[in-house]
């Protein structure tokens, strides 16, 4: 007997569709004013731990905490970089974790990318600029990528590891930005995450 798969292939593709959809749902929040109203801690290496990661060579460019909603997450299965950082947040703190403003703001990611489009700023376009940031997150381990790949839209988290730059022998790099204040390609912060703690609000 010939077994047709197209059927079961189709509510495959709707199941998978769905959990992702849910999966990645925005939380809702009712609670007023900024949550987050810390800045991301960013200080020397000092004595770094020895990081490795398959093939590539793993080097810690400055030890990293913040604090931050989750205004978008991506997860990556294909493309460079995908064997190194699964997932993406955009992330936002201070103004940028405020409700009130970020109902004038439109966020989207892809590419690695993180964007956003105002009609109107609800902030100063630099403040926008200096109080979000699209990150690329590499897990430390297999729990910390569980973790990760469970925070929603709209949880806080608290990430806590180090900037870094991953090369492998060809002369290829993939390096952290150092600086919450630039823009464009080569802006994101690319982290080893060691912890995770997660977070809601009403």
Known sequence: ????????????????????????????????????????????????????????????????????????????????????????FAVGWGAMSDSAVLEHISISQGNRFYYWHVNEFPIPRGEIESHSANMHLIPANSTVERALKNVRPGNLVRLRGWLVVVSDNTGWQWRSSLSRTDTGNGACELMWVETVETGTVN
């Open 1 to 88: 007997m010939n077994w047709d798969w197209k059927p079961l292939i189709f509510i495959a593709m709707i199941a998978y569709g769905g959990w992702q959809y849910f999966s990645h749902k925005p939380i809702a929040i009712k609670t007023p004013g900024v949550l987050v109203a810390s800045e991301p801690l960013q200080t020397a290496v000092g004595s770094a731990p020895s990081l490795t990661l398959d093939h590539y060579r793993v080097e810690p460019l400055a030890a990293y905490s913040i604090e931050a909603r989750v205004l978008g997450t991506k997860d990556y299965q294909i493309g460079q970089g995908a064997d190194i950082s699964p997932l993406d």
